[in-house]
């Protein structure tokens, strides 16, 4: 059962667990509790709802992958262009071994609840909003050191054209989700660095393409 | 409450509507039945379950889809490249009209149920992979249009290329939805030929991009 003081990082583990492999709406407290090991009553007691436990739960999604993928991937010293395909080749890894593991790619943590909640829970659309927010800042960091290495045009607008990739990104992984196939991930990750290339584009905002 | 011949059609209908605008889970076969203006007991006349009806309802999702908005833009006599441009408008108005009146962007409708099921349910999983392959003949058919016509080099790999668009879109309108603002398909939406005019990179398919 785990010491009463784990209780609480124990629900948000298995709120991580259980909604990345099925949806919000298909996961109850009760599930959620008995995964977690503690008694319902006790629910209560950490979270006033399912949807804080929720909110709880995005923040631990965004800050591990964020210490565990994005900063030792962009922080690093490779080649800021470099930095990129290091991170798809880490996600590509990451979703064969969950693959392996579950038999699913359970695609991006953050977009599936994105994508379930935006029209229901304005407080989790908000949240969602602000971790992407935080995740185009970094692409945007990287696509600037491409800049000043000389390897991206100037002309580029660093903004939208992260907005581009973190897009990209998010479709690569809805559609290897729905095909059940890490491997396109592989197959049409190298457009992002395509997207990064010809970004200078993206700094006109009529339809026009 | 209409005639009974035509309450199947009034149940797809229903459910388009109210699992577009919130999710599979959260509707309810008996919420369906009071939308469409059938008597519970007569569900099951129609459909032996809810993932039945909702099967029927991507059929008529992907149709509708094809027939109104596709078609008219992809066989039409525009240059190919200015298809997409064109389709891309389309989308626009579509999702700003729905905000509207909605008051959210409600993002893809078959998307949106790949995200929430492919993990759940094989067979939804599986129809929702047709619908994309057949959306990625569509756009394979203009790029090699464009190929044809001098537009694109010959070098593209045109499925691989179909399929990144395909997902930049998708990518696209999961962010839209996400941050509740159809302006991000304008914004956005130009890299989609960008993808296209470099689509000869994803002939390889190693990591390397």
Redesign the interface.
Known sequence: MGRTSDAKERLINSAIKLIS???Y??VGVQELCKHAGIKKGSFYHFFPSKRELTLAALDVMWETFREKVLEPTFTSDLPPMEK??RF??TS?QHHCSTRET?G????CQV??L???????DEVI?QK??QI?EQWADCCERVLNEAVAAGDLPVEIDPR?TA??I???????L??G????DP??I??????????A???K??G??????
Chains 1, 2 share one sequence.
């Open positions: 492999a099925r949806s709406t298909a990129f395909r798809l080749d590509y579950t699913c790619m359970t695609g977009g599936n994105a994508v379930e909640l935006s029209t229901q659309r969602i909003e992407f939208a907005q581009a973190l897009a990209y990104i998010e479709g690569i809805l559609l989700k729905t095909f059940n491997s396109l592989k197959r049409l990750g190298r457009g992002v660095v395509q997207l290339i010809v970004g584009g993206f006109e905002t009529d339809i026009k393409i």
